[in-house]
């Protein structure tokens, strides 16, 4: 497999003395999962920030393989490392997104979505503009994976997130759950917080 592409960052787990295995998440392939040789240098850790835009070359020699990613940087959400209400937004959507989509399989509405959702909280000065959106993207996602389910129109975000939260735990996460949706608690936390 050799793919070039650009994808956003949703998981960076270390791998071996230097290295991680990245999942990313493009229009075109759905999911990637590549070896970053050299991930936690200054060099690549700001790049490998989930919710970072890069362009990414994913290459194998034999089929089955684990492939090597070569990431450069095209759009960096860095700056809102300080923000903590925007991190743990982004946060919980990239681990939502790297917990439920499988590798390989194109979701274009889903990609859309996610990535007009991480550009509305990255330039949105309150959550009030965005948290409705993480509840609607949620709701897409569990869509797409085949657990669709009506909604008043007129839903508030807070509904819509706790119906979504109780089909995420018991539809879609399964095993991963505690792990993924500890990033969705602190953000829940922290918009009770900026709403109070």
Wanted: aromatic residues 6%; neutral net charge.
């Amino acid at each position: 497999m050799d793919i070039t592409a650009s994808a956003i960052i949703c998981a960076v787990r270390n791998h071996g003395e230097t290295g991680a295995i990245v999942r990313a998440f493009s229009e075109e392939y759905g999911m990637l999962a590549g070896y970053v040789q050299g991930a936690r240098g200054r060099q690549l850790r700001p790049v490998l920030i989930p919710g970072n835009v890069i362009t990414g070359e994913w290459r194998t020699r034999i089929t089955g393989q684990l492939a090597r990613l070569t990431p450069e940087p095209l759009h960096s959400r860095a700056h809102l490392l300080g923000e903590p209400l925007a991190i743990a937004a982004i946060d919980w959507v990239t681990a939502l997104t790297a917990a439920t989509l499988a590798e390989g399989v194109p979701y274009p509405r889903v990609h859309s979505a996610f990535d007009g959702l991480l550009s509305a909280i990255e330039l949105a000065p309150a959550a009030r503009v965005w948290a409705g959106a993480i509840a609607q993207y949620e709701t897409l996602l569990l869509a797409e994976l085949g657990y669709a389910e009506d909604y008043d129109a007129d839903s508030a975000p807070a509904a819509m997130m706790a119906q979504n939260r109780k089909r995420l735990v018991a539809h879609v996460l399964g095993d991963r759950r505690a792990d993924v949706m500890a990033a969705r608690e602190r953000l829940v936390e922290r918009l009770k917080r900026a709403v109070a």
